[in-house]
């Protein structure tokens, strides 16, 4: 019987952060937009400042062009809801997959398979500095535990996703950002993981990584005391008030602060992205009636609504339509946007 050997990891060599920081610097309004967010999320968190936080955007970014468009309407509609909510848009350039797929646009730019990640950083971060530089912050999902190194500067807001917050690695990671992080509950919609990933994300851990010159180098964190709990569903939704309120007395029981967002995406829409608007009327009525627990919500949105299939022609795929999860359209989300801003202030 005949045996082959199997071939060794292919090995290329990577840019250093150092040198994609410099050829796609932060503006100095870029970096103030990114740090006053940070700021104002914190206060979000403490329940100092009382506009809801909301993230919105599509599910994955593929077309610069789109996501650019997107940040300018943003950008219109945040200075007009913002007594009541405070606008980040979900700019996720990376994407988990739960067996095999497009994993977003730092790790397969072309969308060929040919993942070149260097173009994907270059094409990322350039589009993160953008869109902070129009004065919109952005919000990202941190996966690969070197990406940080990268992106970190340009994020207001990050997510450790549902398949992701029971890994040791992503909970050394989280400790060591310094942005707020929100860990989702669990895929079967438990939310014990997302608690205990929680803790282990305020301590100071240390672990292998890589420094600003690319080398590796042993990391220790000083503890991220901003991260908090995001509701995604599971088998069944987890927005209602007895979901929220059981949430609220397990994380009191662990002694950490009662703050819950809640995406009205994932398991709260049984995965079709049309039922986030009644996920997110039931969320806003509940902040309304004097829930002060619920600090933001999460939305799938884009230029147009649904999404499409991958093609081998990237030139066949409409504009602005995902090519992960479906979204809603602009027009949607813009009416969902303006009617919890009137329904905060009573308008409504």
Same mark, same amino acid.
Request: neutral net charge.
């Given at each position: 019987?005949?045996?082959?050997?199997? %071939?060794?990891?292919?090995?290329?060599? +990577? $840019?250093?952060? +150092?040198?994609?920081?410099?050829?796609?610097?932060?503006?100095?309004?870029?970096?103030?937009?990114?740090?006053?967010?940070?700021?104002?999320?914190?206060?979000?968190?403490?329940?100092?400042? %009382?506009? #809801?936080?909301?993230?919105?955007?599509?599910?994955?970014?593929?077309?610069?062009? /789109?996501?650019?468009?997107?940040?300018?309407?943003?950008?219109?509609?945040?200075?007009?809801?913002?007594?009541?909510?405070?606008?980040?848009?979900?700019?996720?350039?990376?994407?988990?997959?739960?067996?095999?797929?497009?994993?977003?646009?730092?790790?397969?730019?072309?969308?060929?398979?040919?993942?070149?990640?260097?173009?994907?950083?270059?094409?990322?971060?350039?589009?993160?500095?953008? $869109?902070? @530089?129009?004065?919109?912050?952005?919000?990202?999902?941190?996966?690969?535990?070197?990406?940080?190194?990268?992106?970190?500067?340009?994020?207001?807001?990050?997510? $450790?996703?549902?398949?992701?917050?029971?890994?040791?690695?992503?909970?050394?990671? /989280?400790?060591?950002?310094?942005?707020?992080?929100?860990? %989702?509950?669990?895929?079967?919609?438990?939310?014990?993981?997302?608690?205990?990933?929680?803790?282990?994300?305020?301590?100071?851990?240390? +672990?292998?990584? !890589?420094? &600003?010159?690319?080398?590796?180098?042993?990391?220790?964190?000083?503890?991220?005391? &901003?991260?908090?709990?995001?509701? =995604?569903?599971?088998?069944?939704?987890?927005?209602?008030?007895?979901?929220?309120?059981?949430?609220?007395?397990? #994380?009191?029981?662990?002694?950490?602060?009662?703050?819950?967002?809640?995406?009205?995406?994932?398991?709260?829409?049984?995965?079709?992205?049309?039922?986030?608007?009644?996920? &997110?009327?039931?969320?806003?009525?509940? =902040?309304?009636?004097?829930?002060?627990?619920?600090?933001? #919500?999460?939305? @799938?949105?884009?230029? +147009? @609504?649904?999404?499409?299939?991958?093609?081998?022609?990237?030139?066949?795929?409409?504009?602005?339509?995902?090519?992960?999860?479906?979204?809603?359209?602009? @027009?949607?989300?813009?009416? #969902? !946007?303006? &009617?919890?801003?009137? $329904?905060?202030?009573?308008?409504?």
């Amino acid at each position: 019987m005949n045996s082959v050997s199997p %071939k060794p990891p292919l090995s290329l060599p +990577f $840019i250093e952060p +150092f040198r994609l920081k410099n050829e796609f610097p932060l503006s100095g309004q870029a970096d103030y937009t990114v740090l006053s967010a940070r700021e104002i999320i914190r206060n979000i968190l403490k329940k100092q400042d %009382k506009r #809801l936080l909301i993230v919105t955007g599509p599910c994955s970014i593929h077309d610069e062009k /789109a996501a650019l468009e997107y940040a300018e309407r943003l950008r219109k509609l945040k200075d007009e809801v913002s007594d009541t909510l405070f606008l980040v848009m979900r700019t996720y350039v990376e994407k988990p997959r739960t067996n095999v797929g497009w994993k977003g646009l730092v790790n397969d730019p072309a969308m060929d398979g040919s993942c070149d990640m260097v173009e994907g950083l270059r094409r990322s971060r350039s589009l993160l500095v953008q $869109i902070n @530089e129009m004065g919109v912050p952005v919000a990202t999902e941190m996966l690969e535990p070197h990406t940080p190194t990268y992106l970190e500067d340009t994020v207001a807001w990050s997510a $450790i996703g549902a398949r992701t917050t029971e890994s040791q690695t992503h909970r050394e990671m /989280a400790s060591g950002l310094s942005m707020p992080v929100g860990f %989702k509950n669990s895929t079967d919609g438990s939310i014990t993981a997302a608690l205990n990933a929680i803790m282990a994300a305020a301590k100071s851990h240390t +672990f292998p990584g !890589i420094n &600003w010159t690319g080398q590796s180098c042993i990391v220790r964190t000083p503890g991220n005391p &901003w991260a908090h709990l995001v509701l =995604r569903g599971g088998k069944t939704p987890n927005y209602d008030p007895s979901s929220i309120e059981n949430a609220c007395r397990m #994380l009191a029981d662990k002694g950490l602060e009662t703050a819950v967002m809640v995406d009205c995406s994932h398991g709260n829409s049984n995965k079709d992205y049309r039922k986030q608007e009644t996920a &997110w009327k039931f969320v806003i009525r509940q =902040r309304a009636d004097g829930n002060d627990s619920i600090i933001g #919500l999460m939305l @799938e949105s884009h230029l +147009f @609504e649904g999404n499409q299939k991958m093609t081998s022609d990237i030139t066949e795929l409409k504009y602005g339509i995902s090519i992960t999860d479906a979204c809603i359209a602009w @027009e949607d989300t813009e009416r #969902l !946007i303006r &009617w919890a801003h009137g $329904i905060l202030l009573g308008m409504e």
